[in-house]
């Protein structure tokens, strides 16, 4: 193995991370008075365009003119700053860390192709789930589970348990 | 004294500078710990890495702990932090097309950004079909409208519903989490990969 190649595989011991995301989390309760997220910035956006593409659809489409009734300015929302963070920390990561590059990872038994698709489908699901859910892994059930809360708790273990009992059926995918 | 911006200690613009940077150290944690792989994140489904497990549950536990200490001395009011309501039938329903779509795409919203931002095709992808699912939740929204608004329970405490105090709740939690490290680091010895 190469030293490049070595450092590239240096990722932080994993509860020293673990560590850190908890004060990270704590600081965005202690500063802004709410946890992380990630899906509602997508949501955001989604709100912004389609309004912005087609107004009058945007207006009878109640759960999108709802969300923007609430926030008149959905792109001026606490989420989309946090996940513009999240592109800029990611890519700040990944470049001290040699790991920037442009490739579709995937087990070597399966083709980019079928790794593609599956993201595609598998991306469809978790964005679905995520408005169902009220939040996702981290809106929902991180961030939830730090405040004691039972829906976080619930997403947690449906959202585990899930991926649990279905492993078996892809484990082509991945192992 | 917190939350500093419900309090007004901080306007809501600053507010949002808060949130850029509270996002960069998240992105930068999530990252550094190998969230932008996807081989990785599978890992806890099949043992070879549990690096999910081990992260999401001891952030998890740090910040209940902070959150309790903090409460404890009086520098931050419990009462003024947002936490999601819970609806117990789309909590549950959307938990588990959420696991779906976690074995199926290999990643998160959150991990999907982080693997975007270093280049992986694959998540740039699966946040394509974020944007659609979400999209078509917004669209179809009248045909499970009454679902997802089914058995409010409200904003209970998972140590109201067990009839605990919430220090020995999150006793128990702490405990049940070194219980999972534990199961987690015995799971990589015996379903070891080399490479992925």
Known sequence: ?175 | MGPLVANEIITTDTNLVFAFLIGIGFGFVLEGAGFSSSRKLAGVFYGYDTVVLKVFFTAAITAMIGLLFLSLFGWIDLSLIYINPTFLYSAIAGGVIMGAGFILGGFCPGTSFCGASIGKIDAMVFIVGLILGIFIFGEGYPLWEDFYKAKFLGIPKISEFMGIKDGLMALIIVLVAFGMFWIGEWAEKKFPREEY
């Open chain 1, 1 to 175: 193995m190469t030293t490049k190649e070595q450092k590239s595989k240096a990722y932080m011991n994993p509860y020293l991370a673990g560590v850190l995301l908890g004060i990270i989390l704590l600081m965005a309760y202690f500063v802004s008075g709410r946890g992380l997220g990630a899906s509602g910035a997508i949501k955001s956006a989604i709100v912004t365009t389609v309004d912005a593409v087609a107004p009058a659809h945007a207006e009878k489409a109640s759960y999108f003119s709802d969300y923007k009734e609430a926030h008149p300015k959905p792109m001026k929302a606490w989420l989309v700053f946090e996940m513009l963070g999240v592109l800029v920390g990611g890519f700040l990561s990944g470049a001290l860390s040699g790991r920037l590059k442009l490739k579709v990872e995937h087990s070597p038994k399966i083709t980019s192709k079928r790794r593609l698709i599956f993201a595609l489908i598998g991306g469809v699901l978790f964005g679905f789930g995520s408005q169902l859910g009220r939040g996702c892994t981290s809106g929902s059930a991180l961030s939830g589970m730090a405040v004691l809360s039972l829906g976080g708790f619930i997403s947690m273990a449906a959202i585990f348990g899930t991926g649990y009992a279905l492993a078996y059926f892809v484990r082509k995918n991945w192992i």
